[in-house]
T-cell receptor
Framework: DVKVTQSSRYLVKRTGEKVFLECVQD?????MFWYRQDPGLGLRLIYF???????EKGDIPEGYSVSREKKERFSLILESASTNQTSMYLC???????????FGNGTRLTVT | GENVEQHPSTLSVQEGDSAVIKCTYS??????FPWYKQELGKGPQLIID?????GEKKDQRIAVTLNKTAKHFSLHITETQPEDSAVYFC??????????FGAGTRLTVKP
């Protein structure tokens, strides 16, 4: 089974802090994704990557950046955390276009 | 634009009844439409998917139908059980290599 591991289940950070969310997948998948999940809004795409060192903006990239230095690891960075970034963050991977996404169990981030 | 719309947002059924969730997609969606189930405290998990070269796919109590002309696809769950209670998401893969999701349906199956 594909395993997508997010490093933290819960995080509490202060406004203005730089925050790193880490995601690792073990199936040599090409594509990796970061989504944000909020009640009533579903899953909104922040960034995705289709190859090492490649990245594409999703619907809501403002306030976020990403890093993919190795194929198995995709990091989401909040440069200066704000309270409106309090949310559930979901990482996913897939072997290619038109293939299923495999999700991690999420990181619930609270910014105070 | 690239959009997937999902209805209803909440659905409550009696155990044993059927549940239907519908989604519509925009023109630029490609040929692959998955459905995900998310249980409390977990990430979404794929339960069934369909490609645009077929109109229906079944897997035990779960089925998905696709109407390409009307640009909509539906999830059907028959003989619902309390363990079917969860949030369900439809999705569509778009041509710039990313997947877009509906807003989700919270299904409650009452014993």
């Amino acid at each position: 089974d594909v395993k997508v591991t997010q490093s933290s289940r819960y995080l509490v950070k202060r406004t203005g802090e730089k925050v790193f969310l880490e995601c690792v997948q073990d199936m040599d998948h090409e594509n990796m994704f970061w989504y944000r999940q909020d009640p009533g809004l579903g899953l909104r795409l922040i960034y995705f990557s289709y190859d090492v060192k490649m990245k594409e903006k999703g619907d809501i990239p403002e306030g976020y950046s990403v890093s993919r230095e190795k194929k198995e690891r995709f990091s989401l960075i909040l440069e200066s955390a704000s309270t409106n970034q309090t949310s559930m963050y979901l990482c996913a991977s897939s072997p290619g276009m038109e293939r299923p996404l495999h999700f991690g169990n999420g990181t619930r981030l609270t910014v105070t | 634009g690239e959009n997937v719309e999902q209805h209803p947002s909440t659905l409550s059924v009696q155990e044993g009844d059927s549940a239907v969730i519908k989604c519509t997609y925009s023109d630029s969606a490609s040929n692959y439409f998955p459905w995900y189930k998310q249980e409390l405290g977990k990430g979404p998990q794929l339960i069934i998917d369909i490609r645009s070269n077929v109109g229906e796919k079944k897997d035990q109590r779960i089925a998905v139908t696709l109407n390409k002309t009307a640009k909509h696809f539906s999830l059907h769950i028959t003989e619902t059980q309390p363990e079917d209670s969860a949030v369900y998401f439809c999705a569509g893969w778009y041509n710039n290599n990313d997947m877009r999701f509906g807003a989700g349906t919270r299904l409650t199956v009452k014993p």
